[in-house]
């Protein structure tokens, strides 16, 4: 095995990018932006309030909130649901509402086929699910079609 140090060109040195520098990131002080250290600053609170809220669903969702950062609050908030919130409705529905208070309607369609399928007898959501699909999307479709679960 042929080792090569770095900044040799089989080996080229490692530049730090922007989308490289999200809290918390090691590398972050050499980033010559003052508007990112600047952001780096304000952001290490939030981060440590939305670790110590992780017990309290609600209360954890209101502070990702406090980012204003869409893509962040889907992500956090779509891998505690599929990590260890499956089954909590609240939080379920805080998401439906955010998607849809943010305009990420095929993404809110998604979330609400997803949650009629683990709660069948929220016939409530099931009215809601049809009235957005009718208003965003799946038009050509047949809402029978659309809802209907094959079970073998």
């Known amino acids: 095995m042929k080792f090569f140090p770095a900044g040799t060109p089989e080996f080229p040195p490692y530049i730090v990018t922007e989308q490289d520098l999200v809290y918390p990131h090691n590398r972050l002080q050499e980033y010559p932006s003052s508007r990112l250290i600047k952001q780096y600053q304000e952001m290490i609170p939030l981060y440590h309030k939305i670790k110590y809220l992780e017990r309290n669903a609600e209360e954890w969702f209101n502070a990702l909130l406090e980012t204003r950062d869409v893509a962040f609050v889907i992500h956090n908030v779509e891998r505690r649901i599929g990590l260890t919130s499956l089954f909590n409705i609240k939080l379920w529905k ?59």
């Open 94 to 152: 805080l998401y439906i509402g955010y998607l849809e208070k943010c305009g990420q309607y095929s993404r809110l369609l998604e979330t609400y086929s997803k949650y009629y399928r683990f709660f069948l007898d929220d016939k409530e959501m099931k009215e809601k699910y049809k009235a957005e699909m009718i208003k965003y999307g799946f038009h050509g479709l047949s809402t029978h079609k659309v809802y209907s679960f094959n079970v073998k």
